[in-house]
T-cell receptor, first 111, second 112 residues
Framework: GENVEQHPSTLSVQEGDSAVIKCTYS??????FPWYKQELGKRPQLIID?????GEKKDQRIAVTLNKTAKHFSLHITETQPEDSAVYFC??????????FGAGTQVVVTP | DADVTQTPRNRITKTGKRIMLECSQT?????MYWYRQDPGLGLRLIYY???????NKGEISDGYSVSRQAQAKFSLSLESAIPNQTALYFC???????????FGSGTRLTVV
């Protein structure tokens, strides 16, 4: 089955700085690469995703980059704000729509 | 607003009891999933269903069963609950061809 690893497991950044989380996966059949954000006590919510035929996608302060050859994709958050504090999950998926979640990265943005 | 609803929100049950967690959705999605979340382990897939007559095991299906009563309803049962099934359980839905999941608000289950 798919092996998914996220790094780092925790990330502390100063407000205004950038944050980068990397996700590596093992299944070469993966063709969908989303990132989910889970605030404390809330449900995970999709924040950005990318398909395997695209290398990069940006939505305001967040972006996802994909290196399919190396089997990794990354979440980039620029100009971090306190409301970006949450747990972020990568979840590469296959053509059946099944997602395999990473263990999560706790991001703390300090003022 | 169209949404995914899970009941109950919290439940404490005793070892050996049978318990059912329910999920209903008004999004019109055909695909439904059950995940459990444990600290440090992310979310792990228990069962999934692509339509009413389709049920598939996920990576951790032992000790669980499911029922897809209608397109909008997908229930998860623990036949004989044990303490290591204490976790946060999420239902999720997706539309065929669009892999983005919509999660329910979760059920926190404690088995004592």
């Amino acid at each position: 089955g798919e092996n998914v690893e996220q790094h780092p497991s925790t990330l502390s950044v100063q407000e205004g700085d950038s944050a980068v989380i990397k996700c590596t996966y093992s299944d070469s059949a993966s063709n969908y690469f989303p990132w989910y954000k889970q605030e404390l006590g809330k449900r995970p919510q999709l924040i950005i995703d990318i398909r395997s035929n695209v290398g990069e996608k940006k939505d305001q302060r967040i972006a996802v980059t994909l290196n399919k050859t190396a089997k990794h994709f990354s979440l980039h958050i620029t100009e971090t704000q306190p409301e970006d504090s949450a747990v972020y999950f990568c979840a590469p998926g296959d053509s059946w729509g099944k997602l395999q979640f990473g263990a999560g990265t706790q991001v703390v943005v300090t003022p | 607003d169209a949404d995914v609803t899970q009941t109950p929100r919290n439940r404490i049950t005793k070892t050996g009891k049978r318990i059912m967690l329910e999920c209903s959705q008004t999004k019109g999605h055909d695909r439904m999933y059950w995940y459990r979340q444990d600290p440090g382990l992310g979310l792990r897939l228990i069962y999934y269903s692509f339509d009413v007559k389709d049920i598939n095991k996920g990576e951790i299906s032992d000790g669980y069963s499911v029922s897809r009563q209608a397109q909008a309803k997908f229930s998860l049962s623990l036949e004989s609950a044990i303490p290591n099934q204490t976790a946060l359980y999420f239902c999720a839905t997706a539309k065929q061809g669009n892999y983005g999941y919509t999660f329910g608000s979760g059920t926190r289950l404690t088995v004592v």
